[in-house]
């Protein structure tokens, strides 16, 4: 083990956490964020990064003062790919707020602007930016250029880069899912090695787009592997509480998604024990569950002492004071499991934490529970854990 999971769960913002205010955020115990994650692309567009500069930074203007990490707006190439045009300059967008599809407002994002934004907002951790092709894309040609472009860009951010003092740029690993001998990502790997004294920090992108877990767990192993011990390693856009735990063990400190928050605005709980962990408090099976989420839990919903009930009531009727209650809870969740995690790596005994997490959300066929998915079980043989070693 050499990762110590030392800040995690991040929650992607245009400046405000939907359904919760900085405030509650910051004095929560139960929540406790350590950092957030601010889009560059949202803030770009409204209300500006020069704004944002002008008044302070996004700590200030915020009202926040942990940690913000910013990403570069490469990660809407993928999500709005309809709207984007790549080229060796940089993407350019149309404009998504702009009703006419025809219109000429375009937004030409080169890394020098990203860079450049990312200093207006002020964040700790800035991503440089990358040239991202869909995991699932078919199209070896592709994958290749992107592969070479994301280290000639990410040579273009650093030269922009104005604040290296205070402002960390991290690096992204891209090669699509080529881990082979002489493949895509040893490639990249390769040439951020070349480039290490200028990098803190690196994160492993271009997954979490559909492919499969398999191939996923795969280019996660590798790239940790590759990257040095002494720098954090942030794995963008997973957060499902198993991958957290399965890539935790393969080595990654980071994570961030939407999934905690997403989900609890659709009135899915996240709670401990038997796969998938989670509740689906819409569902009828709760109108007279007199229980709360998760006995012990601290968040808003469980310490209110919000029966499982009750919310399913007000998720029914569509009240936004269950969007908040599900929001806090889930987050308050997340950051339970990674403080966990990372109270288990910083005691040496990671491989019990997994063997048990493992052990309660997968009982076995023979006690009818689910059979542990052969991805995990390859994964966290490939981290040296043996599943079958965790039952004796
Ligand atoms: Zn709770």
């Given at each position: 083990m050499t990762n110590y999971i030392y800040l995690l769960c991040m929650f992607r913002t245009k400046g405000t956490i939907k359904s919760l205010t900085t405030e509650e955020i910051c004095n929560d115990d139960a929540l406790n964020c350590p950092i957030i994650l601010g889009n560059t692309y949202h803030l770009a567009l409204q209300p500006g990064t020069e704004l944002v500069r002008d008044m302070g930074g996004l700590h200030k203007f915020m009202h926040w003062n942990r940690g913000i990490l910013t990403d570069s707006g490469g990660f809407q190439m993928v999500s709005l790919l309809k709207l984007a045009e790549i080229t060796e300059e940089g993407v350019t967008f149309a404009n998504p707020f702009e009703k006419d599809a025809n219109s000429s407002e375009r937004m030409l994002l080169r890394p020098e602007d990203s860079i450049t934004h990312q200093n207006n907002i002020g964040s700790d951790i800035m991503m440089a930016l990358d040239d991202v092709v869909s995991s699932v894309a078919d199209n070896d040609e592709r994958f290749e250029i992107a592969t070479y472009r994301t280290l000639r860009w990410l040579d273009r951010c650093f030269a922009a880069h104005s604040k290296p003092q205070t402002q960390n740029l991290f690096a992204i690993v891209q090669g699509g899912l080529?881990?082979?001998?002489?493949?895509?990502?040893?490639?990249?790997?390769?040439?951020?090695?070349?480039?290490?004294?200028?990098?803190?920090?690196?994160?492993?992108?271009?997954?979490?787009?559909?492919?499969?877990?398999?191939?996923?767990?795969?280019?996660?192993?590798?790239?940790?592997?590759?990257?040095?011990?002494?720098?954090?390693?942030?794995?963008?856009?997973?957060?499902?509480?198993?991958?957290?735990?399965?890539?935790?063990?393969?080595?990654?400190?980071?994570?961030?998604?939407?999934?905690?928050?997403?989900?609890?605005?659709?009135?899915?709980?996240?709670?401990?024990?038997?796969?998938?962990g989670t509740l689906r408090l819409k569902s009828n099976e709760f109108s007279n569950d007199e229980r709360i989420i998760m006995e012990g839990c601290a968040c808003a919903a469980c310490k209110g002492g919000y029966s499982r009930a009750r919310l399913h009531t007000l998720l029914k009727r569509n009240n936004p004071l269950a969007a908040e209650l599900m929001t806090s809870h889930n987050i308050a969740y997340m950051m339970y499991l990674v403080r966990s995690m990372r109270k288990a790596v910083m005691e040496d005994r990671y491989k019990d934490y997994v063997c048990n997490f493992i052990h309660d959300q997968f009982r076995g066929s023979e006690n009818g529970g689910q059979d542990v998915p052969e991805w995990v079980q390859n994964a966290l043989l490939a981290a040296g854990i043996s599943l079958e070693e965790c039952k004796k």
């Amino acid at each position: 083990m050499t990762n110590y999971i030392y800040l995690l769960c991040m929650f992607r913002t245009k400046g405000t956490i939907k359904s919760l205010t900085t405030e509650e955020i910051c004095n929560d115990d139960a929540l406790n964020c350590p950092i957030i994650l601010g889009n560059t692309y949202h803030l770009a567009l409204q209300p500006g990064t020069e704004l944002v500069r002008d008044m302070g930074g996004l700590h200030k203007f915020m009202h926040w003062n942990r940690g913000i990490l910013t990403d570069s707006g490469g990660f809407q190439m993928v999500s709005l790919l309809k709207l984007a045009e790549i080229t060796e300059e940089g993407v350019t967008f149309a404009n998504p707020f702009e009703k006419d599809a025809n219109s000429s407002e375009r937004m030409l994002l080169r890394p020098e602007d990203s860079i450049t934004h990312q200093n207006n907002i002020g964040s700790d951790i800035m991503m440089a930016l990358d040239d991202v092709v869909s995991s699932v894309a078919d199209n070896d040609e592709r994958f290749e250029i992107a592969t070479y472009r994301t280290l000639r860009w990410l040579d273009r951010c650093f030269a922009a880069h104005s604040k290296p003092q205070t402002q960390n740029l991290f690096a992204i690993v891209q090669g699509g899912l080529d881990t082979k001998i002489g493949g895509l990502r040893e490639k990249c790997l390769a040439g951020f090695r070349a480039r290490d004294h200028m990098i803190p920090g690196y994160a492993i992108g271009g997954l979490a787009g559909g492919e499969s877990k398999e191939e996923f767990w795969k280019v996660v192993d590798q790239c940790c592997r590759a990257l040095p011990d002494d720098k954090p390693r942030y794995l963008m856009g997973v957060g499902y509480p198993l991958d957290l735990v399965v890539c935790s063990a393969l080595g990654v400190d980071m994570y961030d998604c939407v999934y905690p928050t997403r989900t609890a605005r659709f009135g899915v709980a996240l709670v401990p024990g038997e796969a998938p962990g989670t509740l689906r408090l819409k569902s009828n099976e709760f109108s007279n569950d007199e229980r709360i989420i998760m006995e012990g839990c601290a968040c808003a919903a469980c310490k209110g002492g919000y029966s499982r009930a009750r919310l399913h009531t007000l998720l029914k009727r569509n009240n936004p004071l269950a969007a908040e209650l599900m929001t806090s809870h889930n987050i308050a969740y997340m950051m339970y499991l990674v403080r966990s995690m990372r109270k288990a790596v910083m005691e040496d005994r990671y491989k019990d934490y997994v063997c048990n997490f493992i052990h309660d959300q997968f009982r076995g066929s023979e006690n009818g529970g689910q059979d542990v998915p052969e991805w995990v079980q390859n994964a966290l043989l490939a981290a040296g854990i043996s599943l079958e070693e965790c039952k004796k």
